[in-house]
């Protein structure tokens, strides 16, 4: 028999917050959306690499644009 089927809840708990391809450039993501650069360009032409709707969600998760809209 197995865990699912005893009914044990599979994955990791929600809300976990696992490490991400943006965490180095973190402090320079902040910066670039304190001076209103959108993510789109913060993807294609300052990081290069990744996809803009996965830096859009850890923009969103990570709560970043709170912290300069202090």
Do not use: W
């Amino acid at each position: 028999m197995t865990k699912k089927m005893q009914g044990m809840t599979l994955g990791k708990p929600r809300g976990t917050q696992q490490n991400s391809i943006y965490d180095r450039d973190q402090e320079r993501i902040v910066e670039l959306l304190r001076m209103g650069v959108s993510a789109r360009h913060i993807s294609g032409r300052h990081l290069r690499y990744g996809a803009t709707s996965s830096l859009n969600s850890y923009i969103r998760t990570r709560k970043l644009r709170e912290k300069f809209q202090m």
